[in-house]
């Protein structure tokens, strides 16, 4: 008997000649919880592919209970106990929450059919034991990511996986949602679950995991016990240095009002929404997923229009009923969601990049193919993406690559109004702190910054003044000295806050 319930030696991967996974090693234990740690494009997605079947791997082996495995496929290592819940969400749009947890496994009447009672008795139970609160009939096409992620958890658990690997479960959950999760996770853990974790947020490894493994390019680079190594040394095993400054917040005094917004109002999404904008400043809007953040975003940027209130851009009332309206009045947005909005994940590079420009670039109809690629390529440098060259696929690019591809595209669009939302979602901490030195020299040389965050060490660190909102309209603002976690959380959960409202 093993005391590793799953082992792999020396596992390499190449894609075309590329070689992504050089010989890694990893023991994963019965009841631990095990963390994989590397920068964006490190290879920890690839790795949980490996192990579940997705890719073969060319060359090492998977030893699972001390035999040799082989996984052809998702479904054989699934017969073997082994579930996944990957980065990019896998739902089926146009099935419901309880057709979902159970796609492909439908529980069947003794006649052959499919037992609907059965499937949502089921469903409800599995959602009622997770204490995840989800219409079972609601369709996946309309759940925010956080609900979604919930719908792929509960698929999950639903297998009654011995190895249970969770790619980055949390970059969408805010606060209550990640302790629902961590209770979770604890409890399968104590009850014998073997779990591989990826989460680009240290403190969360702290809190949840048993030991860590780190790589660095595609290597391994050491396994340790989360107890006996700090928080700095995880971070210069995992990029090879040490980081300095996290949130390189630059003092930009602020200018002019550039966009003002009005008792804005979605019906059935928000209300009374107000605030200003200056130039060079950033503010924050924090919130729980689901506050409404987005909708607000969204509206601005036209993509579901307010139903009432007035948005001005420079003292002009506008009325920005299309996103292509909104680019020409000088605004950009980076969704939240790479997947679904910000990217097109069979085009390459260049093109996703160049996206929202091309008339800049077309001349007569005809795309300047060399502007266009120069163009793709100075985003991309700037934004340290880390591919093989710039005409490779998104949808090759790892997580953390796709989403410096969208926030390029933005970018390259120079805009005067920019708004982030959840702009360093699924980013390494190196890269972070890129991106956040971006933000900060994009205020000084005069963009207003509109930042959607759920993280509050970023909230607090990078704005100028901060809004909160709750359940569809704003209960608090802030300004940078008055800013502090607790008012914050306490904005972002209770019923309006004495006195805050402005
Ligand atoms: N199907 C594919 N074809 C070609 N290259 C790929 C493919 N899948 C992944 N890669 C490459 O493998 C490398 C590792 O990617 P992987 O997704 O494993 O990184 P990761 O550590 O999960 O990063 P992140 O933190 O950003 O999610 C990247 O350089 C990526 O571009
Ligand atoms: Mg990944």
Known sequence: MTENILELKNITKRFSSVEVLHEVSFSLRQGEVHALLGENGAGKSTLVKVITGVHQPDGGQIILDGKRAHFGDTRESREAGIAAIYQELSLFPDLDVAENIFVGRQPTTVGGRIDWRKLYADAGNLLDSLGVHLDLKHKARNLSIAQQQMVEIARAFSINARILIMDEPTSSLTLNEVADLFRLVRRLRDEGTAIIFISHRLEELFELADRVTVMRDGSYVDTCTLKDVTR?????????????????????????????????????????????????????????????????????????????????????????????????????????????????????ITSNISLPMLSKYAVQGWLQDKTERKAAYGAALQMEVRANNIWQLARELSGGNQQKIVLSKWLSTNPRILILDEPTRGIDVGTKAAVHALMSKLASEGIAILMISSELPEILGMSDRVIVMREGHMTAQFSRAEATQEKIISAATQAVTSGSIQ
Do not use: C, W
């Open 232 to 348: 700095d040394e995880l971070i210069r095993l995992m990029v090879g240095r040490t980081i300095t400054n996290l949130f390189p917040k630059q003092d930009v005094k602020a200018g002019d009002v550039v966009l003002k917004v009005e008792n804005l109002a979605r019906e059935g999404t928000f209300r009374d929404i107000s605030f200003e904008l200056r130039k060079g400043e950033i503010l924050g809007m924090a919130g729980l997923v689901g506050a409404g953040r987005t909708n607000v975003a969204r509206a601005i940027f036209g993509v579901e229009p307010a139903t009432s209130g007035s948005i001005q851009i420079e003292g002009r009332e506008v009325a920005i009923k299309s996103p292509q309206l909104a680019i020409q009045l000088g605004l950009a947005y980076v969704p939240e969601d790479r997947q679904l909005h910000g990217l097109i994940p069979a085009m390459n």
